[in-house]
C-alpha cells in the first residue's frame, strides 16, 4: 500500500499548476452620480480620473478621501428626498443639507433603491435608475440643497430593510472625474468592477 501511495503522489503533482491567476483589468471605474444643473438634480454616468492599479493580487482604484462613514440600515419601503422644498412623509424623512448630509459615496450593500430625477429635465430612462444591492451597488449623491432646489427622490421597495454604506468626502470635494453623458452608467459599463 505504501508503495501504491507513493508512486502515485509524483504523478499527481505533475499534474497540478502553480501559475498566477489572470485578472482582467477594468478600463475605468464608472459609477452613477447625482449630480446638479439649473438648480435642479439629475443622474449622470462618471468615469473616475483614477486607473486601476494591479496590486496585492487585485486591481485597486484610489477613490478620494473620506470622512466619517457610517453604514445605513434603511426600513422596508420607505421614500425620502426633497421634491422643490415639499417633503414626501412616507414613513420616515431624511433631509439632505450640506451640513448633515455631504457629497458622498454610496454603496448599496444589500437591498434594491429606486433614484427619482423628475425635474431634471432629462427623458424619463435618464431621469430614474434603480440600484440592486452588491458589486454594482457604487453611487455618488452630489446634489446638495444649495446647488439643486428641485432634488431627488430615493424610494426602497424592497421588503427587506436595505443597507447602504456611506462615505462622505473631505471638504465635500468629489474625485476627479469625466461626465460619460446624461442619464444613469448603463450595466456593461460597470461589468468587472
Same mark, same amino acid.
Given at each position: ?5 507513493? #508512486? ?18 477594468? @478600463?475605468?471605474? @464608472? ?9 435642479? #438634480?439629475?443622474?449622470? =454616468? ?38 422643490? @422644498? ?5 414613513? =420616515? ?91 444613469? =452608467? ?8
Amino acid at each position: 500500500m505504501q508503495y501504491i501511495q507513493r #508512486s502515485i503522489f509524483p504523478l499527481l503533482l505533475s499534474n497540478i499548476s502553480f501559475s498566477p491567476a489572470v485578472i482582467a483589468q477594468p @478600463n475605468a471605474f @464608472n459609477v452613477t452620480a447625482i449630480s446638479a444643473l439649473n438648480n435642479a #438634480s439629475r443622474l449622470e =454616468c462618471w468615469q473616475l480620473e483614477a486607473a486601476g492599479l494591479l496590486a496585492r493580487g487585485a486591481i485597486n482604484f484610489d477613490i478620494g478621501n473620506f470622512t466619517n462613514g457610517l453604514v445605513s440600515i434603511i426600513p422596508a419601503f420607505t421614500t425620502v428626498g426633497t421634491i422643490s @422644498n415639499a417633503i414626501t412623509k412616507h414613513p =420616515c424623512v431624511m433631509l439632505r443639507n450640506t451640513a448633515h448630509y455631504p457629497k458622498r459615496y454610496s454603496l448599496i450593500m444589500s437591498g434594491l433603491v429606486h433614484i427619482r430625477t423628475p425635474y431634471s429635465g432629462l427623458p424619463p430612462d435618464q431621469s430614474e435608475v434603480w440600484i440592486q444591492g452588491g458589486k454594482y451597488g457604487w453611487l455618488i449623491a452630489a446634489d446638495l440643497k444649495d446647488e439643486a432646489v428641485y432634488g431627488h427622490v430615493t424610494e426602497f421597495p424592497s421588503a427587506a430593510d436595505t443597507v447602504i454604506a456611506q462615505f462622505p468626502f473631505v471638504g465635500n470635494k468629489v474625485p476627479a472625474h469625466e461626465m460619460l453623458y446624461a442619464g444613469p =452608467c448603463r450595466m456593461e459599463e460597470m461589468i468587472g468592477l
